[in-house]
């Protein structure tokens, strides 16, 4: 379960203190979804990125099954991320010198994990319809495909939580599309929890629970 308590967000600026997030509070069970929208500059990476323990709240709790990964030290703190969180971001990051395959199981190279991790990112590849291009270079694949590539690079940890920051941001419409419908079905099957910032109306509007982000308090709708 991951659970956020009265999450405040601010910056030092020049002219004094900027609130970006204000009483966010937030609950998730495993296998539940949602998605967040909400104007250019409203906090939603910010938000995104403390839910990925990417970065601290200023104040307030985040839980991930009852226990705060901020207070683990820097070591545990990287585990955390690299085996509990994935994250799919606008720009796919892929590696241009590393092959399909290789850019999937990236992840585990971090921390190596038991059992045949090159298995399970073949399957992942299946599963995205990119299985015949395994040995291909980035530079070989369209920007859905590549996207695609970045969805398996998510799961190859079988983490649990799916953290994705406009997923469809840089992609046409049919293949903003196909990348949705993989990441929705990809979630169903594996019961992560999925949370979703995007511009997108489309895509947002295919969650059961749908919040926006304004003034930077976190809404219901």
Same mark, same amino acid.
């Not at 839980?63 to 207070?71: I, Q, S, T, Y």
């Given at each position: ?17 900027l609130?970006?997030l ?10 539940e ?6 104007p ?16 601290p709240?200023? #104040? ?20 955390f ?64 495909e590549?996207?695609r590539?970045?969805l ?14 406009e ?7 049919? #293949? ?15 019961q992560?929890?999925l ?20 003034d930077?308090?976190?809404?219901r709708?």
């Amino acid at each position: 379960m991951l659970e956020i308590r009265e999450i405040f967000k601010q910056y030092s600026t020049p002219t004094g203190l900027l609130t970006v997030l204000s009483e966010i509070n937030l609950m998730l069970r495993e296998g539940e979804s949602l998605s967040i929208v909400g104007p250019s500059g409203s906090g939603k990476s910010t938000l995104l990125y403390i839910l990925g323990a990417l970065e601290p709240p200023t #104040s307030g709790t985040v839980l991930f099954n009852g226990k705060d990964p901020f207070a683990l030290d820097d070591k545990g703190l990287a585990a955390f991320r690299n085996e509990q969180v994935g994250f799919m971001f606008q720009d796919h990051h892929l590696l241009p010198q590393c092959t399909v395959l290789e850019n999937v199981l990236l992840p585990t190279l971090v921390a190596p994990e038991d059992g045949k991790p090159k298995r399970r990112a073949q399957d992942l590849l299946d599963q995205v319809g990119l299985g015949h291009r395994i040995q291909h270079l980035p530079h070989e694949l369209s920007g859905g495909e590549k996207q695609r590539v970045a969805l398996a690079r998510a799961l190859v940890r079988n983490p649990q939580i799916i953290l994705c920051d406009e997923p469809t941001g840089n992609l046409d419409h049919e #293949s903003a599309e196909t990348v949705a419908g993989m990441l929705l079905e990809l979630h169903g099957k594996h019961q992560t929890i999925l949370i979703v910032v995007t511009h997108n109306m489309d895509l947002a509007a295919r969650f059961a629970l749908r919040y926006r982000l304004s003034d930077t308090h976190l809404y219901r709708v």
